[in-house]
């Protein structure tokens, strides 16, 4: 059964970077067609896509945050990682990796998730 | 960009009862549709994908149905773990989530 588990930063103060860690256990982050995903919800609103990388290393962004975002993959630790620079109070929020599956039905579901770790951006 | 308005955003319910949830996108999007379970402190879990496909493990008392624009998230007979929040997302463009649905006990 895979599992992923996010590091835990805590505080990050204004205009610096967010670093986060995926640790992914129980299978491969290069095998399968999988999009290894990076999502965050802040207190009491939906649920925002980041970014997510692919298998081959490959990335895509969320337009909102696009300049702002780097999503990068460390195939030696099975882990992948997410970078957000220049953060502001607005990206205090419950971030969470994720694993994007894709199958005989079309399009994208996200079917594995850490348990989430707060991060708290203020000075 | 797709948007997902889901209706009602919160609503009462009793053991047993029959509950359908909406999601309406702003443009049509297939079945490129999912549903997912939050309760409070824990990560979502995937509940429906493709529209109408049940997760593996998920209860039968759960059905989604719907293509296009319009989709419904149906518990035929609500147990009492099933007060929770419930959110769909859509893959037919960049991942985005509705705002979600906060089931509570009647």
């Known amino acids: 059964q895979v599992q992923l588990q996010e590091s835990d930063p805590g505080l990050v103060k204004p205009s610096q970077t967010l670093s986060l860690t995926c640790n992914v256990s129980g299978g491969s982050i290069r095998s399968g067609r999988y999009y290894w995903s990076w999502i965050r919800q802040s207190a009491g609103k939906e649920l925002e896509w980041i970014g997510r990388?692919?298998?081959?290393?490959?990335?895509n962004y969320s337009p909102s945050l696009k300049r702002r975002v780097t999503i990068s993959m460390d195939t030696s630790k099975n882990q992948f990682s997410l970078k957000l620079n220049s953060v502001t109070a607005a990206d205090t929020a419950v971030y969470y990796c994720?694993?994007?599956?894709?199958?005989?039905?079309?399009?994208?579901?996200?079917?594995?998730w850490g348990r989430g770790t707060l991060v708290t951006v203020s000075s | 960009d797709v948007q997902l308005t889901q209706s009602p955003s919160s609503l009462s319910a009793s053991v047993g009862d029959r509950v359908t949830i909406t999601c309406r996108a702003s443009?049509?999007?297939?079945?490129?549709l999912n549903w997912y379970q939050q309760k409070p402190g824990k990560a979502p879990n995937l509940l429906i994908y493709g529209a109408s496909t049940l997760e593996s493990g998920v209860p039968s008392r759960f059905s989604g149905s719907g293509s296009g624009t319009d989709f419904t998230l149906t518990i035929s007979s609500l147990q009492r773990e099933d007060f929770a929040t419930y959110s769909c997302?859509?893959?037919?463009?960049?991942?985005?989530f509705g705002q979600g649905t906060k089931l509570e006990i009647k």
């Open positions: 443009q049509s999007i297939s079945i490129y």
């Open positions: 994720a694993r994007g599956a894709t199958g005989a039905s079309p399009g994208l579901w996200f079917d594995r």
């Open positions: 990388v692919y298998t081959d290393g490959s990335t």
């Open positions: 997302q859509q893959s037919y463009s960049n991942p985005s």
